[in-house]
Structures are given as C-alpha cells and as structure tokens.
C-alpha cells in the first residue's frame, strides 16, 4: 500500500510473531532453511518447507485459510539482503530475513524487488 506521498506504508507485524520467527532462526543455528508465512488479516502462520517450492508451500496455507505473505530465507554466514535470483519465484511476495543488528541482536528485516533491484521495507513490530 502506497502513502499519499508515494512511500510504501510500513509492514506491521505483530510481536509475538515475530518473536516465532526469530525463535525458529535461533534454533536452526548454521543450517539454513527457507519457509513461509501465511497471513489472513495479518501474518500468523509459518510453515517450514522441507523443499523449496512456493507453489505447494501456497496451497498448504491457503488449505489453512491463509495468503502467501512472504518466504522467510534463514541463510547464516550469507549477507542479510537476499539476491535478485532469491525472488526469481514469486517476484511479488516479500522475503524475511533475520540478521545480527548492533550489539549481535536478532533483526527480523524485509525486502522487496523492484525494478530488479532488492530494496529493504520498513517492518513495524507492534504489541
């Protein structure tokens, strides 16, 4: 969704959940993993994915009654931001990454493509 002065308004997410998210990543440690994450009103579902293919992962959640809301890439030792070719299926769907911030604190981070350039959303984490 687009502001009136043409920014994208900041995706919002709940705390708890992002929480899960970041809790997953700790427990993976070094092996990498990608999933997904469903949204109804909100996202509120994440399904590992044992092989990489979004089209099952999608209909799992819409089984669930959920979207697709975004591919969560857990790739330790990689750089945070994914690579052009990380949205080469489903160019349109966001990608969650957790990151060490400032001070080795897990980040959850968003990115999008556009204009085949990967470009990072604001991620709001309310209560």
């Known amino acids: 969704m ?15 959940f992002a929480i899960r998210l970041l809790h ?4 993976a ?10 949204a109804s009103a909100e996202p509120d579902t994440f399904l ?14 819409q089984d669930r009654q959920r979207s697709l809301w ?11 931001m994914p690579t052009p070719e990380d949205f080469a299926s489903q160019p349109q769907v966001l990608r969650l990454t957790a990151s060490l911030a400032t001070k080795g604190v897990l980040q959850l ?8 350039r990967v470009v990072e959303r604001e991620l709001q984490i309310r209560d």
């Open 2 to 16: 687009n502001e009136p002065n043409g920014a994208e308004a900041p995706l919002q997410m709940p705390r708890r």
């Open 24 to 27: 997953e990543a700790q427990l």
């Open 29 to 38: 440690g070094e092996q990498p993993f990608v999933g997904v994450v469903g």
């Open 48 to 61: 590992p994915m044992a092989r990489p293919s979004l089209g099952e992962a999608a209909a799992l959640l």
């Open 70 to 80: 975004a591919v969560y890439l857990h790739r330790p030792g990689s750089p945070a």
């Open 109 to 116: 981070r968003a990115w999008t493509l556009h204009d085949g």
